[in-house]
């Protein structure tokens, strides 16, 4: 499929299922060779969006970890609110532990920018994160952002777990509105 119409609106292929897998593949080995031999550290998804990108990044990890959701909202409609909702289990496992922050989009930075403080209040020994995607235009805040997959321009996005008004999250590639 070329293009979708997702909730009303014309999306077209903007990243393909094969560049998907190959700019995973080359995150999970720079993470394989940072953690390896290391105490096994803790994932955390930031939902909902990053739920399909750490599935497909999990699986290419190659040391134990444990796994942990938290969610945060910003978005209505196909704009950020500017509002950051966090809704976590902001635990003592967090202590003394290297933690991988992963995120489907690096937009504005206001979700990060409100996460990674309150993570590191807990005292993790390392705090790595990494995105899919970053609107490095639209950034609007300083984030703590280690690595990323794919730079992208300022258009909205679906598909590969991101959405529009909680649509498109199942499309097996990213596409732009067109």
Known sequence: ???????????????SRKELEEKIEALANLINSKYSGEEPPLLVGILNGSFIFMADLVRRLHFPC??????????????TSGVVKMEADVSPRWVGRHVIVIEDIVDTGHTLSRFIPVLKSHQPASVFVCA??????????SVQLDEYCFLIGRKFVVGYGLDYDGYGRNLPEIYQLK
């Open 66 to 79: 444990t796994i942990q959701f938290i969610r945060i909202e910003s978005y209505t409609g196909m704009s």
């Open 132 to 141: 899919l995607l970053f609107k490095k235009e639209a950034l609007e805040v």
């Open 1 to 15: 499929m070329t293009e979708v119409t997702v909730n009303g609106k014309v999306f077209q292929v903007l990243i």
